[in-house]
């Protein structure tokens, strides 16, 4: 096995874990985003990410389309002059808490 198939990319690595925190599969999420899964396998092998899907990853799991851009090698660290995009839940007061957890509620409803 080449090298390139043995070592997922830095990307496909966030990827599953974002996966492995959802619990979900590949399948999974090409339905919830519309990204073929041949897709999946060009990221595993080193292939970037477009902007687009880039933006659509992000959305998906919820995170930082910065914190997603970076990730994907499509943006450094100090070009998205990224400091911190998911707070320590420990650091966040009971109202901050519960505030987070409606929106992502909403979210889920696919109210917001």
Same mark, same amino acid.
């Given at each position: 096995?080449a090298?390139? #198939?043995?070592t997922?990319?830095?990307w496909w %690595?966030?990827v %599953?874990?974002?996966?492995?925190?959802q619990?979900?599969?590949?399948?999974?999420?090409?339905?919830h985003?519309?990204?073929?899964r041949?897709? @999946?396998?060009?990221? &595993?092998r080193?292939?970037?990410?477009?902007?687009e899907?880039?933006r659509?990853?992000?959305?998906v @799991?919820?995170?930082?389309p910065?914190?997603?851009?970076?990730a994907?090698?499509l943006?450094?660290?100090q070009e998205? %002059?990224?400091?911190?995009?998911?707070?320590?839940?420990a650091?966040?007061?009971?109202? #901050?808490l519960?505030?987070?957890l409606? &929106?992502?509620?909403?979210?889920?409803?696919?109210?917001?």
């Open positions: 096995m090298a390139e #198939e043995s997922p990319s830095s %690595q966030y %599953q874990a974002n996966l492995d925190n619990g979900w599969t590949t399948g999974d999420l090409a339905r985003t519309g990204i073929d041949s897709r @999946f396998t060009d990221w &595993r080193g292939r970037s990410v477009s902007i899907n880039a659509t990853i992000a959305r @799991f919820g995170a930082s910065l914190e997603v851009m970076v994907a090698g943006l450094t660290e998205a %002059q990224l400091r911190r995009t998911r707070p320590d839940p650091a966040l007061t009971d109202e #901050e519960l505030a987070e409606g &929106r992502r509620l909403r979210r889920a409803d696919g109210k917001v």
